[in-house]
């Protein structure tokens, strides 16, 4: 069993920044795919970003140039970085491992 644990949410005014952290039981080394999705309040839940074994990144079109996804191999921790946020933004954001395993959530609120 793989645990994720997702930090750094919070609330931020529109055109401010904020970064996620995730941070896995498992070697990172171990793990094909990691990557962000978020869900807003009645809404499905959806692709922000994701990293691959070697390093190729992917982005959601509404978050390209905004957002970027990196990762510590030291730590086993990915991360989000988020700025020029948002409302459109606010949501819950989770961490994902191969798309097998999920943090817990975290929520992200933009809003001045």
């Known amino acids: 069993q793989v645990q994720l644990v997702e930090s750094g949410g919070g609330l931020v005014q529109p055109g401010g920044s904020l970064r996620l952290s995730c941070a896995t039981s498992?070697?990172?080394?171990?793990?094909?795919?990691m990557g962000w999705y978020r869900q807003a309040p009645e809404k499905q839940r959806e692709l922000v970003a994701t990293?691959?074994?070697?390093?190729?990144?992917t982005y959601a079109d509404s978050v390209k140039g905004r957002f970027t996804i990196f990762r510590n191999n030291a730590w086993d921790t990915i991360y989000l970085q988020m700025n020029s946020l948002k409302p459109e933004d606010t949501a819950v954001y989770y961490c994902?491992?191969?798309?097998?395993?999920w943090g817990q959530g975290i929520q992200v609120t933009v809003s001045s």
């Open positions: 990293i691959s074994k070697g390093g190729t990144t």
């Open positions: 498992q070697s990172i080394f171990d793990i094909y795919l």
């Open positions: 994902t491992s191969n798309c097998n395993y």
